[in-house]
């Protein structure tokens, strides 16, 4: 991405501001859990749409219901999103990678802060400085996702989606061939009043993008998979504390703040977001959030806590992301890394994949879809993002089970090359092939400082005894 790139302004939320425009082959299997299903031949005789598009629904109006919907619509397919809450704020850190803000066309307005340094806090609270191999128009940008929500379903509404204030209830398959999907939701409007009113449509195909807790996933027995509770809480600080986070995010790891995640203070527009989260100890949340605020308290000490937030997030993909002309995105897939907890970029790229797939194989609306059309978006994600969910599952593995691996991991964080594989990874959504000396000698540094760690911990216990 060249550092010439210029982003188009945002005035529908905030104000605008004037802005300058400043080998190796990873081969890695899918993991065993998911079930690859044989691929199935397109049907390049599908039956055409008399009279009208194909009609899809999109269930969910988060960023992958958001992306996923604006392809729809601009690829002339009939279009309805269904969101319950509009102005929803979801726990979320809210970090986005450089290349979504290309990708997807972001407006400069809807990011909060461009972070270009980020602190990582190892469990003796020793600090790492990472960022120095950042070229200077690269950063990590920070939103809010009620922003960035809101502004998603509103350029999906703008290029012909019809977005439908209401709650998905259920949905009725076809009991023969190419019958319609029937939806039933609660509608919220000016005519309904605050308890709503019952509806149903009727559509060609569906897209589950309702999150975590997927009505749509259970409807097509998508199966269960593990989750973690996020937890958050926006915090107002003064203004001289806040000048310390103006472009700096941090991140803490350590058994007091999650047993295997980690808790996280980043900034926002007039506050910073501070959270944790866990898979293995939900029901002690509220404890790792304390000892979170506890750990950056020097730094947001005076604050006041405005809003508390909590949601589900997805470890692993769903065993089934497809069904018949069903298919699930984002959250409502499983579409979150291990160890980072990204979601978001993942999110809109899955919605959009999806949406291309059906755009695709409609002919631009002009067919009926099936299931082979669907699955060519799920044969095209997995190709390109299995590599990255491996990678960091296994990273999770070895760095989050205890301490002494905790505080190795930070330490090999100081390592420059460590840093900009991981930015150069984190960034542009890809593993990064490496130098195979540089990662022969990260792997002894890394091993030396499992060794390091482990000792002290050894002597710390003596001590302790």
């Known amino acids: 991405m060249a550092s010439s790139m210029a982003f188009k302004p945002f005035t529908g939320l905030r104000q605008s501001t004037p802005s300058t425009t400043t080998e190796t082959t990873i081969f890695i299997k899918p993991p065993t859990s998911i079930k690859i299903s044989p691929k199935i031949k397109a049907g390049l005789t599908s039956p055409k749409v008399t009279g009208r598009n194909l009609r899809v629904a999109v269930i969910g109006g988060g960023p992958a219901g958001g992306a996923a919907a604006e392809t729809l619509a601009k690829g002339g397919i009939e279009t309805f999103l269904i969101e319950r809450k509009l102005n929803n704020c979801k726990p979320c850190g809210g970090a986005i990678p450089l290349c979504m803000v290309g990708e997807f066309d972001l407006p400069v307005d809807i990011i909060d802060r461009r972070v270009t340094k980020m602190k990582m806090i190892s469990p003796s609270n020793v600090a790492v400085d990472i960022g120095q191999t950042l070229k200077p128009h690269e950063y990590i940008g920070m939103v809010r996702r009620e922003v960035l929500d809101a502004y998603l379903r509103d350029r999906a509404a703008d290029s012909g989606a019809t977005v439908i204030n209401g709650l998905f209830l259920k949905m009725e398959s076809p009991l023969v061939g190419d019958a319609p999907y029937k939806l039933h939701y609660t509608a919220y409007d000016s005519k309904t009043g605050a308890s709503g009113e019952k509806r149903t449509l009727e559509v060609d195909a569906v897209i589950g993008a309702d999150g975590a807790n997927s009505r749509v996933a259970k409807s097509i027995s998508a199966g269960d998979y593990e989750y973690a509770i ?6 107002r600080i003064p203004d001289t504390k806040m000048n310390y986070y103006e472009n700096l995010a941090e991140m803490y790891v350590g058994d007091d703040v999650s047993p295997d995640f980690y808790g996280w203070v980043f900034p926002k527009s007039d506050h910073v977001a501070v959270g944790t989260g866990t898979v293995t100890h939900k029901s002690d949340i509220k404890k790792f959030q304390l000892a979170t605020r506890t750990r950056a308290m020097d730094k947001i000490e005076g604050g006041k806590i405005i809003r508390v937030e909590a949601h589900p997030i997805p470890e692993h993909p769903r065993p089934r992301r497809v069904l018949g002309r069903v298919a699930l995105v984002g959250d409502a897939a499983g579409y979150v890394t291990k160890c980072s907890g990204e979601g978001i970029y ?50 999770q593995k070895v760095f989050y089970r205890s301490n002494p691996a905790r505080e190795a991991f930070v330490e090999m964080c100081a390592d420059e090359y460590v840093q900009k594989m991981t930015f150069d990874s984190y960034l542009y959504k890809t593993v990064v092939p490496g ?21 002290i911990r050894r002597e710390m216990a003596k001590i302790d005894a």
Do not use: H
């Open 230 to 235: 996020a937890f958050q809480e926006r915090i």
């Open 346 to 395: 993942f999110a809109a790229k899955s919605g959009r994949m999806c949406a291309e797939a059906i755009v695709e194989g409609s002919e631009n609306g002009k067919r009926l879809v099936d299931e082979a059309d669907l699955r060519k978006y799920l044969e095209k994600w997995d190709k390109k993002y299995w590599p990255t969910y491996k990678v960091l599952d296994v990273l």
């Open 435 to 455: 130098n195979p000396l540089d990662d022969l000698k990260l792997a002894v540094r890394t091993v030396g400082s499992l060794v390091r760690a482990y000792g």
